[in-house]
């Protein structure tokens, strides 16, 4: 883990004075080469994004019609194809740029006055709304990730989550300071009760968690299906499979619509850095996190130090379940907050296992890669269809590919291997 | 979506074998490509969810906005996918912000979302697929700028109906849909009201499996893509006699196709949206479809709209604008009496005159 | 084959596992390598495997060196070799199992059933061996699954030299019996046999040569005729004398009290038979024995890990009974694991985590769920000032450190809270001579404050230099309890299960006499077992 990888690099040595008198100090530039050829942790997700990007490059070039073609004359005049493949993926990963940070003609629009600063804002609204859920369902799985536990079942508690915030947000009649709240707690207490089942499986019968949390994903999603063709849930306005929209008191105010009414991104985003500081706090701080790692890194010597192996099992995967519910909930109460569909999950809570993989199970990175792979979707949404939409969930699986395989990226880029070797990721859980 | 990457690297690998093949292909000489490049009009495409190319409902009104361009050459067509209704706004905020003149939203669920973006952008003009202006509960909304496609397909799917009781042996039919939405409920309705008409007019007993008009209950797979619920689904439903099966759930419902040929000549199918004889691999299968034109509506509402004239408007397809039908007999026009033949025309004309009216709670509203 | 080691070392990093090992496996003979858990045993056996390789020395296989980069060199070079953990692909046949690796084909990689099972039935037939080769692995019980595995090494291409690695360990005494009988049919045919053991008897009944090694280090050359006693005084060592300044022991009200205690394994073995066993504060009481003869269980149930199936374990008085194991600890049981590694770190903590492990939630390292950094820190260097522990920061990784001052940060943990009685499992295993000495102060200045303490160790010499008395464990009972200043055969002879009259000449001290009873018993129900273990 980063906490106790980078332990004892300087002081190992008193600084020697010069052997030679010819050695040149150890200065800022080759410290910094060294670390740049080095296969360490943040190296490897730095080269990790790039090699993505290459491939994705690759993918971009032979999937477009056009750049394809100048190809099939690339020996008699071989400019063509690479002014294409050129063009093709600047434009396509500017395209993704302006989707999700910041759109360049909309800055020139702005600059001569033809468009607001709320118009300027809305790739990154779009960002942080997408990357907003997977905040909490990275969480989700982040936090087992350090009990040893892989939580493989963050999509069904994001579904309870959704289910039980919605249920609040529509049927209670009270006012927003005490709705919005309560709305949000069921979320996370009902993602939480699905999430309790394989900590509790696992507990008193051994259970693997991989098998029952994913077992569950399925009973959710089918669970969320019938209960939202139940007259309790459905649409009173509809007849498509929709839910009641929750009431206005329950929904999440957003922060920026005064400036312009298309920037969706709301207090579910700020709710989301808060849970992370307060994980990273539990983990680090707390004795409950003591716990949680000790059991993650070795159950044997955590038993038989008195702590009870069954027990933070559970109360972790109890603890990973509300956090993807809360991500539910955010849905719930946010950006669906018109009415829940089957389709309102997506792939939020899968995601999360490839946004806690690429965090490395601590809170900073899992909201960093969140932030990420929302930009992803963001740019990919609105570069269609001149870029694929796939290519953010393609780009997503390759990061996450090189992030799990370090020795491939050491190999490909032929990188030195660290001291203490190569940094995997800790899927104890298998 | 698990699987669209993977298809979309499978793509590419293929073509790069492919242009390694051809790469020793002389050069063209240098000209502008076909497309409507300097078109001075842009119609653009929000799906649903699905993507554009689900064999269905995108992709049918994908095909009406190429028609469109096809037709004429200063209109460019393009599309966002929507991956759930999340995405509608985002969606639809951005292709008003490409610049597009007129933009189509897939689904009756995005009519609220598209309301919101016609009240915001007066200056584009929209159109909604299935839907009617209406705001987030669903009351309608005068707008000046939603043009409406809707179909009652309850009147191409009552004279399949009627085909199907006239053709049963077994006197038990089934019906079953992908998912209890309007756009599915409204065939399960007519395909029943056809029955019931055979049996009133005729005096037949047939039985109906999978969908109960009245209680507005019936067999769905939640799916419109699991082929293989939907075989097992139509199995259950031959097992209890039916003998002709009435699948509306786009390709799920070649499930239906399927479980019909294991069971052999006896069993037969109907086929929704499209004429099944030319889009499935099962024509024999097939005594006709209820069809649904919406790649003609979408493209005339595209084209009405660069004539400025879509506005407002409504266009519900019916069989008197012919904007649904039931498809020819093909194979089995030999099998379905002349007798039956002229009834239907009978029918046609009656629902075209009014005198008949089949209605259904997931009707178009009447415009 | 004469197979023949020289010289043969192995180091990792500066710890020396193998050191100039000398052995020489004449064809057709029985070789038995004894020695302790540690001892160095598997690394030998891995290096002759060709799954590590020598730092220095030499293989010789009838007088010609080789070398093997991996198991399959070996298997080429004519050596089968049998592990403790079968290696077996339990839904698969017999025959299957057999030819795996180098099956037996029909061209066109087709394999042929015909000739796998007819390879199984003539090598069975020819060493007796009694194998069905279309039974499924798993089904079968364990002895007959290791007579897959005898099998399939027998089968390999030219295989005259057979390693047994710890082949009784998982066995029932009358699957044992058999296996002995096994080897020596092998034996007979003409087949080289490495044995490697720890069990006495059996290296005794079976063994031409017997190399005992201690410490990586061959430390006798022994005939089968030795007596066991002398085997197991080689084993646990004589040449260093562990000398513990220490004042005679002040006895007094009983901190742990094991009355009898009965333990079943999963596979339905009595490992803890009805064992009784008192240690009262101010008392070093040391537990001697030849490892897995319920040591392991014994501690694990005083802690609570393990949960008895009959008897009672009292500590300071209370009956722990329903107890669990952070209740044990926070009434004052300290507890020094065995396996360091797997109980007694968190390899990825930090030393000063590992130190408060067993009292992170306590005052002054936690307030209200919250760990105060500052307090662990400050135990953390005290700790690592009073024990000498060596370290760059309280902040390193335990997986850092030596073993020496790994097992030094958890008797800082075990000693710096208050405790009213202590386990001390093999507490200076594999830590150097300085870090011993050192640990044996602190366990003897311990017994001081009026702990009681249970020190469990293999190596004689250990309990000599700190028990106040001594308990002999076998087969899972006390056979007996003697003074520290019984003669080391006794202790040896008490050890491998022979009773006190017949070890003890003189008269035994008057206390004792209800366990010489007892430990005849204890010899007498021993082959009984043999068909009474499993249920």
């Known amino acids: 883990m980063s906490d106790s990888t980078a332990t004892t690099e300087a002081p190992a040595e008193p600084p020697a004075p010069d052997t030679e008198g010819s050695e040149p100090k150890p200065n800022f530039m080759r410290l910094f080469g060294g670390y740049l050829t080095e296969a360490n942790s943040v190296m490897v997700t730095i080269y990790s994004l790039l090699l993505a990007f290459l491939i994705g490059a690759i993918l971009l070039i032979v999937s477009d019609e056009f750049t394809r073609s100048t190809f099939s004359y690339f020996f008699s005049r071989p400019q063509d194809a690479w002014y294409a493949s050129r063009d093709l993926v600047v434009e396509s990963y500017t395209s ?78 009270l006012p927003i300071w005490l709705h919005l709240p309560l709305a949000i707690i069921a979320g996370a207490v009902a993602g939480g009760a699905l999430g309790a089942v394989p900590g509790v499986l696992k507990a008193t019968t051994g259970a693997h968690e991989v098998i029952s949390s994913i077992m569950l994903n399925n009973i959710a999603a089918l669970f969320l299906v019938w209960a939202l063709g139940t007259a309790f849930l459905h649409s009173e306005t509809k007849s ?79 603890a990973a379940g509300a956090l993807a519910g809360l991500g539910g909930a955010a849905l719930a109460l946010g950006v669906s907050s018109g009415g829940i569909t089957t389709n309102t999950a ?85 | ?299 005339d ?67 | 084959m004469r197979l023949e080691l020289k010289g043969l070392t192995k180091k990792f990093g500066s710890f020396t596992a193998d050191d100039d090992i000398d052995l020489v496996v004449e064809p057709g003979q029985i070789h038995a390598v004894l020695g302790e858990n540690g001892a160095g045993k598997s690394t030998l056996m891995n290096m002759l495997y060709g799954i590590l390789q020598p730092t220095s020395g030499a293989i010789l296989i009838d007088g010609e060196p080789v070398s093997f980069s991996g198991p399959g060199d070996a298997i080429a070079a004519g050596l089968g070799m049998v592990h403790q953990h079968f290696k077996l692909v339990g839904p698969f046949s017999v025959a299957d199992n057999v030819q795996l690796g180098r099956e ?101 009944a079976v063994a031409d040569t017997i190399t005992v090694i201690r410490r990586g280090k061959v430390v006798a050359e022994l005939e089968p005729t030795a007596s066991e006693s002398e085997m197991a005084s080689a084993m646990v060592g004589r040449a260093v004398s562990l000398r513990v300044d220490k004042t005679d022991a002040e006895p007094g009200e009983p901190r742990l009290e094991v009355k009898d205690l009965t333990v079943v394994s999963d596979a339905g073995v009595k490992v803890l038979d009805g064992l009784e066993l008192t240690v009262h504060s101010g008392e070093i009481v040391g537990l001697a024995g030849v490892e897995g003869n319920g040591q392991t269980e014994l501690a694990r149930s005083i802690l609570g890990l393990l949960k008895p199936d009959s008897g009672h374990i009292s500590i300071d008085g209370r009956d722990v009974h329903g107890r669990g194991v952070a209740r044990r600890i926070a009434d004052g049981l300290g507890y020094i694991p065995e396996d360091r590694g797997r109980d007694g770190l968190v390899a990825e903590f930090s030393v000063a985590e590992n130190i408060v492990l067993n009292q992170y939630r306590d005052a002054p390292y936690a307030k209200g769920g919250v760990v105060d950094a500052g307090a662990v820190h400050k135990r953390a260097v005290d700790s690592i000032a009073e024990f000498d522990i060596r370290t760059q920061s309280p902040d390193e990784s335990a997986s850092s450190l030596s073993g020496g001052n790994q097992q030094k940060v958890i008797i800082a943990r075990e000693f710096s809270r208050s405790r009213r009685f202590l386990v001390a499992a093999q507490p200076t295993r594999g830590v150097d001579v300085g870090a011993s000495q050192f640990i044996h102060s602190r366990l003897v200045a311990e017994r001081d404050t009026g702990t009681g303490v249970l020190l469990i160790s293999s190596e004689l010499d250990e309990i000599y230099a700190l028990a106040d008395r001594i308990a002999v464990i076998y087969n899972g009972r006390i056979v007996g309890e003697v003074d520290p200043d019984t003669p080391r055969e006794v202790i040896g002879r008490l050890m491998v299960g022979a009773d006190l009259a017949a070890a003890e000449p003189p008269p035994a001290a008057e206390a004792e006499t209800a366990d010489v009873e007892a430990s005849s018993d204890t010899e007498a129900s021993t082959d009984e077992d043999a068909n009474g273990g499993d249920r």
């Open chain 1, 346 to 430: 997506l792939d939020y809570g899968f995601s999360g296992i490839t946004v806690a993989l690429l965090g490395r199970a601590n809170p900073g990175g899992i909201v960093a890669s969140a932030l990420l792979f929302g930009a992803l979707k963001a740019g990919a949404l609105s570069a269609q269809p001149d870029v694929p939409v796939d290519i953010s969930t393609l780009l997503q699986a390759t990061i996450v590919l090189f992030i799990a395989a370090p020795a491939l990226v050491k190999a490909i880029l032929h990188l030195r291997t660290p001291r203490g070797g190569l940094v995997t990721l800790e899927a104890k859980g298998w």
């Open chain 3, 104 to 204: 037996h084909t029909q061209g066109m990689g087709v394999l042929s059933a015909k000739a796998a099972r007819k390879a199984v039935r003539d090598v069975s037939e020819q060493y007796g061996l009694h194998l069905d080769p279309d039974a499924v692995c798993e089904d079968l019980p364990v002895g007959v699954q290791q007579r897959v595995e005898i099998v399939k090494a027998l089968s390999g291409p030219k295989t005259e030299l057979l390693i047994l690695d710890e082949p009784t360990a998982v066995l029932t005494p009358a699957e044992i019996t058999e296996l002995l009988q096994i080897m020596r049919n092998l034996a007979a045919a003409g087949t080289s046999i490495l044995f490697i053991s720890h069990k006495l008897k059996e290296v005794q």
């Open chain 1, 240 to 318: 498509d499979l929709v839910s009641k929209p929750v009431d206005d008191s329950a929904t999440l105010p957003t922060l920026l619509s005064s400036l312009n009414p298309s920037l969706r991104v709301n207090l579910a985003l700020i709710i989301g850095f808060a849970v992370a500081a307060l994980v990273w706090w539990l983990l680090s701080k707390s004795t409950f996190g003591f716990r949680i790692r000790a059991v993650g890194f070795n159950e044997h010597a955590a038993a038989t130090a008195g702590m009870r192996i069954g027990s933070t099992y559970t109360t972790t995967m109890t």
């Open chain 2, 1 to 299: 979506m698990a699987v669209k990457p993977f298809k979309l690297a499978l793509a590419g690998i293929s073509a790069v074998g492919l242009a390694a093949l051809a790469a020793c292909g002389d050069a063209p000489s240098d000209s502008n490509g076909g497309d409507n490049a300097d078109a001075s009009f842009t119609a653009c495409m929000v799906t649903d969810s699905g993507g554009i190319d689900d064999k269905s409902f995108n992709e049918s009104a994908w095909a009406g906005m190429e028609a469109a361009k096809a037709e004429n050459d200063d209109i460019e067509v393009t599309y966002k996918e929507s991956s759930n209704t999340d995405d509608y706004d985002p969606n639809l905020q951005s292709s008003v912000d490409d610049g597009c003149n007129f933009i189509v939203g897939v689904g009756g669920l995005m009519a609220a979302n598209v309301t919101t973006a016609a009240q915001a952008n007066t200056g584009v003009g929209f159109a909604i697929v299935d839907g009617t202006p209406s705001d987030a509960e669903g009351a309608p909304v005068e707008t000046e700028n939603v043009f409406s496609i809707q179909f009652d397909t309850a009147q191409s799917a009552f004279l399949a109906g009627y085909v199907a009781a006239s053709q049963t042996q077994t006197g038990t039919v089934a019906t079953w849909g992908g998912m209890q939405i309007p756009p599915v409920t409204i065939f399960m309705d007519g395909f029943a009201a056809g029955i019931e008409q055979h049996n009133t007019d005729k005096g037949t007993d047939v039985k109906l499996l999978g969908w109960d008009a009245a209680a507005q209950t019936g067999t769905f797979l939640n799916s419109f893509e699991d082929a293989a619920a939907g075989k097992s689904t139509s199995d259950t439903f031959i097992s209890q006699g039916a003998d002709i099966l009435f699948p509306v759930a786009g390709p799920a419902g070649i499930g239906a196709l399927t479980a019909a040929e294991e069971a052999g000549d006896a069993v037969n199918a109907i086929w929704v949206d499209t004429d099944g004889f030319e889009s499935t691999d099962y024509g024999s299968k097939l005594i006709t479809s209820a069809e649904k034109g919406l790649s003609n509506a979408v493209r």
């Open chain 1, 96 to 173: 993704l740029f302006e989707g999700a940070i910041l759109n360049f003609n909309t800055l020139e629009a702005y600059r001569a006055g033809d468009a607001e600063f709320g118009n300027l804002l809305r790739p990154l609204s779009e960002t942080l709304t997408y990357a907003t859920p997977l905040i909490f369902t990275g969480l989700a799985v982040g936090l087992a990730f350090r009990a040893g536990l892989f939580n493989i079942g963050a999509q069904g508690q994001l579904i309870f989550g959704m289910m039980g915030a919605l249920i609040v947000g529509f049927s209670l009649d």
């Open chain 2, 301 to 367: 509402a595209v084209l009405a709209a660069y004539d400025g004239e879509a506005g407002n408007g409504t266009y519900v397809g019916t069989l008197e604008n012919e904007g649904v039908s039931i498809a020819p007999f093909h194979d089995f026009d030999a099998a379905v009496s002349d007798e039956t033949k002229a009834e239907l025309e009978a029918l046609t004309a009656a629902i075209i005159d009014g005198s008949l009216v089949v209605e259904s709670p997931a009707s178009p509203a009447a415009s």
